[in-house]
């Protein structure tokens, strides 16, 4: 367990501090907001203090002296960097800040701050692996990326349908991909050899990095057509982020109704098509050319807008959708509509900050948005008492699967006959209640 602050309770504060708290950590979360603090004070299990976290008196009454971590993401990047400050000073362990201004992450050492947090830049690099492989929502890196998680949907094709994963020896066989787990009507489960999958299961599957069209086989995904254009909702320093990165792959069109900020990223971009107009018209999407070879990445503030904008650019045929949503309302909304791809910057911080409240063996851990299941990468020591042993002859929680391995430069998916050794990088699938016990075995 650890003693963990938090500052500011916003959608990326209120988040991490649910998510620490239901896992025992000790947190305190300090937010200026009255109403806010009255709220969580009543349905959050941490101590909610209300006072401005670049206050010394409130640091100092949420524990500082002797906090393992201060987790500052306000809105306010000088918040952000002060709360940080102080807090080390005070003897707090590690600081992470939300900070977006790059002058200011040149200034890290002489902040104190251990590691920014940088939602918008976090979202882009997961953006540009979706728009590289169409048909998956999510793709994630393990073992220097010699590994990968992706998630989809089941589709009618797909053939993993009413058949034992057991029973499926077709695309490589067991040693090539593996299903890890599977959503079906919001409830999360790890998958088995027993386990079959329906149509629009939520699934995740491991394969290794040359392996992707195996796991779009696996899920029906038909092959689309290359995409030629990228088109970007709202003017938001997300949406420039991404602007800039991808531009000299695609066609790159940003399209808002705020003219200041077209303004801003028209004059910093040359190599950028900027429009302003109001996305959420068809008419005006169809002006600047939405078609098959196109996508739609929706990047706004406005969780509404980025939705609406993403219907009409499906309606219109767009053959990939990507979606920025923060709340967890429209998420949940969204589970059973087209909209599959989406991004969030609560899980983008989220990600960024795990695996240092993980054990010192976790070298990366990850939430997704679609599941409430964790992964976690873990290198064995060479004291692990589970060296020479195989996996069939561990004690392992039921709410935990180890989906892959790199050991030195070759990656396995492994059977039960699976025997560790010192060094291995072991990728382990569990449940939130499941993670103290995966760390006392691995760690």
């Not at 790159?252 to 950028?272: G, L, M, P, T």
């Amino acid at each position: 367990m650890k003693k963990i602050i938090i500052i500011g309770a916003g959608e990326v504060g209120n988040f991490l501090a649910t998510k620490l708290s239901g896992e025992q950590h000790d947190v305190t979360l300090i937010e200026e907001n009255l109403n806010k603090v009255e709220e969580l004070n009543s349905t959050l299990d941490a101590l909610v203090i209300h006072g401005n976290g670049g206050s010394p008196s409130s640091l100092m009454q949420a524990g500082a002296e002797d906090a393992d971590l201060i987790i500052a993401v306000t809105d306010n990047e000088n918040v952000n960097m002060l709360s940080c400050y102080l807090a080390k000073n005070m003897g707090t362990k590690k600081s992470f800040a939300r900070v977006q201004d790059n002058s200011m992450k040149n200034e890290l050492e002489e902040l104190k701050i251990d590691q920014i947090i940088d939602p918008s830049d976090s979202a882009c690099d997961e953006i540009e692996k979706l728009l590289s492989r169409a048909g998956i929502y999510d793709i994630h890196e393990f073992g220097d990326g010699k590994l990968l998680s992706i998630g989809g949907v089941v589709s009618e094709s797909s053939p993993l349908l009413s058949n034992k994963l057991s029973n499926i020896h077709e695309f490589g066989g067991r040693e090539n991909w593996l299903v890890t787990a599977y959503v079906r009507d919001t409830v999360s489960n790890l998958a088995n050899g027993d386990t079959q999958l329906e149509m629009d299961d939520h699934v995740k599957l491991i394969v290794k990095n040359g392996d992707v069209q195996t796991a779009l086989s696996l899920l029906g995904v038909e092959e689309k057509k290359e995409l030629r254009k990228v088109i970007i909702i709202g003017a938001s320093r997300a949406s420039e982020l991404l602007a800039q990165r991808i531009h000299k792959k695609y066609d790159v069109v940003v399209i808002d109704d705020d003219e200041k900020d077209c303004n801003r990223i028209a004059e910093n971009n040359s190599n950028v098509i900027v429009v302003c107009n109001d996305p959420k018209v068809p008419n005006n999407l169809i002006d600047i050319g939405v078609d098959d070879e196109s996508a739609i990445v929706a990047l706004s503030k406005d969780d509404s807008k980025n939705i609406v904008c993403s219907l009409v650019g499906k309606a219109l045929g767009a053959t990939e959708i990507i979606t920025r949503v923060n709340k967890i309302d429209y998420l949940e909304l969204l589970k059973d509509s087209s909209i599959q791809a989406t991004i969030s910057t609560r899980i983008s911080a989220a990600n960024s900050i795990l695996k240092d409240v993980r054990s010192s063996q976790v070298t990366s851990a990850l939430t997704f948005e679609d599941t409430d299941i964790e992964a976690l990468e873990i290198i064995i020591s060479e004291k692990c008492e589970i060296l020479d042993k195989s996996i069939s002859q561990l004690e392992l929680p039921n709410n935990c699967l180890i989906a892959g391995v790199t050991r030195r430069e070759n990656t396995y998916i492994p059977s039960g006959n699976w025997k560790f050794a010192a060094k291995d990088k072991l990728v382990v699938f569990t449940h939130p209640e499941s993670i103290e016990d995966v760390e006392k075995i691995f760690c």
